[in-house]
T-cell receptor, first 113, second 117 residues
Framework: KQEVTQIPAALSVPEGENLVLNCSFT??????LQWFRQDPGKGLTSLLL?????REQTSGRLNASLDKSSGRSTLYIAASQPGDSATYLC????????????FGAGTRLAVHP | GAVVSQHPSRVICKSGTSVKIECRSL??????MFWYRQFPKQSLMLMAT?????????EQGVEKDKFLINHASLTLSTLTVTSAHPEDSSFYIC?????????????FGPGTRLTVL
């Protein structure tokens, strides 16, 4: 069974800190992995998409990595800001999954001034 | 960027009524759309995969007669919650798959908050 797990479930940091969110998956036959941001009561905003052939993707202060062999992905947020406060979800698309995304439970991030 | 819309954004209805939610890809064609539901402080749970011109594929445990899905065109999928009950109250989110340069990426709608009284 394909599963995606995110650790920690919640994280609170002071403004300015660099932080890492973790995502692990059980099936190494991953097609791609996507990181999303969700604000309370809102839909999902795609942050980064990493193909299985890639090791990392960067967008501004965000950097996501993918290690298929260990079944892990990380989202690195540099110089965190209060506006980064949200729930961060990772989701994997696996071979044979017919384009289905399997979501982790998310990490609720709070950045306080 | 690709845009996916949902309508309505919020709906309150009485128990026993049916509610239709629309999902549209505004600037791209999507042969595949997905419907998710999300309970408070929980992750997204896939309900069904909607393919244009064919029957939807439902996940285990999702009642197909309860949640009717129609994917009438490459830009529109609808989810109808039939005879809604309070336990159907949830946040429903759709996504549409865009294929570009061989890569597939899902774009999500803003969600529909359903409250059944």
């Amino acid at each position: 069974k394909q599963e995606v797990t995110q650790i920690p479930a919640a994280l609170s940091v002071p403004e300015g800190e660099n932080l890492v969110l973790n995502c692990s998956f059980t099936d190494s036959a991953i097609y791609n992995l996507q990181w999303f941001r969700q604000d309370p009561g809102k839909g999902l905003t795609s942050l980064l998409l990493i193909q299985s052939s890639q090791r990392e993707q960067t967008s501004g202060r965000l950097n996501a990595s993918l290690d298929k062999s260990s079944g892990r992905s990380t989202l690195y947020i540099a110089a965190s800001q209060p506006g980064d406060s949200a729930t961060y979800l990772c989701a994997g698309r696996f071979s044979g999954g017919y384009n289905k995304l399997i979501f982790g439970a998310g990490t609720r991030l709070a950045v306080h001034p | 960027g690709a845009v996916v819309s949902q309508h309505p954004s919020r709906v309150i209805c009485k128990s026993g009524t049916s509610v239709k939610i629309e999902c549209r890809s505004l600037d791209f064609q999507a042969t595949t759309m997905f419907w998710y539901r999300q309970f408070p402080k929980q992750s997204l749970m896939l309900m069904a995969t909607s393919n244009e011109g064919s029957k939807a594929t439902y996940e285990q445990g999702v009642e197909k007669d309860k949640f009717l899905i129609n994917h009438a065109s490459l830009t529109l999928s609808t989810l109808t919650v039939t005879s809604a009950h309070p336990e159907d109250s949830s946040f429903y989110i759709c996504s549409a798959t865009r294929t570009s340069g061989g890569a597939q990426e899902q774009f999500f709608g803003p969600g529909t908050r359903l409250t059944v009284l």
